[in-house]
């Protein structure tokens, strides 16, 4: 269980394809704190540590198992040396509850539309298929790329939905949301409460 609140960024070290796609990831974490089996966010997407190290400058790195399946239902391209992923880990009794429950599964892939400035925030237009969109409401919650972000808009144009939310300057200089750009695809899933609502 994590919130959506990005806690580091990491970076794909190397991407090898035995099986499943082994990721070593570089991360500022104290690794020594990380159990082998803890589950952490990597760009919304839990996944379990099989390993872990440190470099010689004492920089912290972590091995997860990504299976094809996961590779299929999030966003092309992430899963390559040199992409950076948003990283929390798991939710801890007693911790702040600061963005919404996210689960780390993903729902679907969405697509950006546009990026504008408002004042110091920005503005990005996100596209969903017909999969996605009954369960994206404006002044909902939504994670996108493992970060919690309440919708702003919702509107439906010939077959997909288009939403959009806020960043503030924080969320764009401390996340990989900063590097959003028309036609990035990106994980999204949905509140975990619309999922229940849906299925009752």
């Known amino acids: 269980m994590f919130t959506g609140i990005v806690s580091d960024i990491g970076t794909i070290l190397s991407a090898e394809q035995r099986g499943d ?5 570089d991360c500022g974490y104290d690794v020594d704190a990380i159990a082998l ?13 099989v390993d872990k190290g440190s470099h010689a400058d004492g920089r912290g790195w972590f091995a997860v198992d990504a299976s094809a399946e996961t590779v299929k239902c999030t966003a ?58 009954p369960y994206v409401a404006a ?6 790329d493992g970060v919690s972000l309440t919708v702003n808009e919702v509107a439906d144009h010939q077959g997909e939905t288009h939403f959009s ?23 999204i899933e949905i509140d975990v409460l619309a999922r229940y609502l849906a299925r009752l």
């Open 76 to 133: 092309p391209g992430m899963w390559e040396a040199g992409r950076r992923l948003n990283l929390e880990r798991a939710l801890k009794l007693g911790d702040e509850l600061g963005g919404h429950i996210v689960t780390g599964h993903v729902d679907g892939v969405a697509t950006v539309i546009g990026v504008c400035e408002e004042g110091e925030s920005r503005r990005v237009g996100f596209r969903v298929g017909p999969e996605i969109a």
């Open 165 to 187: 939310v806020n960043l503030i300057p924080h969320t764009w200089a401390v996340t990989t949301l900063g590097e959003l750009g028309e036609g990035r695809p990106v994980n």
């Open 139 to 144: 002044k909902g919650s939504v994670t996108i």
């Open 37 to 49: 089996g803890a589950s952490i966010a990597c760009s919304g997407v839990c996944l379990t540590v």
């Open 21 to 25: 796609l082994r990721l070593v990831i």
